[in-house]
């Protein structure tokens, strides 16, 4: 069965500093990858996806998120934190029917 | 472009009522699928419309209904409110069906007292 795991419910960072978000997928064929962003109240935005090819890709607002097969991973990075993205963090995978699979999010907070 | 819009953005309602929560996709985009957001379940799959059919379903009884219209426009139903009922519904758009990025919408809070 698909489902993704996002191994932290809640992550403190502060301003300025790098930021990882986990996320792990299971799905026997190529994955569709995907990160979305959601502020309170809001609905969810499209940080970054990935299809095929180059494994590391670049989204929006300076994140990025590289693909690892082997480890079942498309983690989440950005170099440097502002406080403008403190926000809840969705990972998903979409498979063969054309449904997201949604992980249970991570809370970002952002210190000063 | 515009992007996904949904209405109403609230709504509070009763046990025992219905609720028909309206989406319109980005312009060009047939596919619409709808999601239920809450603290509890997360965010789930609730279906999919292609060319105003229903192309998948997810784990909901069937209280929750909805249909496409012919110019892509989505509505879903649902009958019969329980408390469990309150959430976030989010409407997505996508381009075609099959393996396309799906564009959300702002949602729906529905809130059943």
């Known amino acids: 069965a698909q489902s993704v795991t996002q191994p932290d419910i809640h992550i403190t960072v502060s301003e300025g500093a790098s930021l990882e978000l986990r996320c792990n997928y299971s799905?026997?064929?190529?994955?569709?990858l995907f990160w979305y962003v959601q502020s309170p109240g809001q609905g969810l935005q499209l940080l970054l996806k990935?299809?095929?090819?180059?494994?590391l890709v670049q989204g929006i607002k300076g994140f990025e998120a590289e693909f690892k097969r082997s480890q079942s991973s498309f983690n989440l990075r950005k170099p440097s934190v502002h406080w403008s993205d403190a926000a809840e963090y969705f990972c998903?995978?979409?498979?063969?029917?054309?449904?997201?699979?949604f992980g249970t999010g991570t809370l970002l907070a952002v210190q000063p | 472009k515009a992007g996904v819009t949904q209405t109403p953005r609230y709504l509070i309602k009763t046990r025992g009522q219905q609720v028909t929560l309206s989406c319109s996709p980005i312009?060009?985009?047939?596919?619409v699928s709808w999601y239920q957001q809450t603290p509890g379940q997360g965010l789930q799959f609730l279906f999919e419309?292609?060319?105003?059919?229903?192309?998948n379903k997810g784990n909901f009884p069937g209280r929750f209904s909805g249909r496409q219209f012919s110019n892509s426009r989505s509505e879903m139903n649902v009958s019969t409110l329980e408390l469990g009922d309150s959430a976030l519904y989010l409407c997505?758009?996508?381009?075609?069906?099959?393996?396309?990025?799906?564009?959300f919408g702002p949602g729906t809070r529905l809130l059943v007292l």
């Open positions: 997505a758009s996508s381009s075609v069906q099959g393996k396309e990025t799906q564009y």
């Open positions: 799905y026997g064929a190529t994955p569709y």
């Open positions: 990935y299809f095929s090819g180059d494994t």
């Open positions: 998903a995978v979409r498979g063969a029917t054309n449904k997201l699979i």
């Open positions: 312009s060009g985009h047939r596919s």
């Open positions: 419309y292609f060319s105003e059919t229903q192309r």
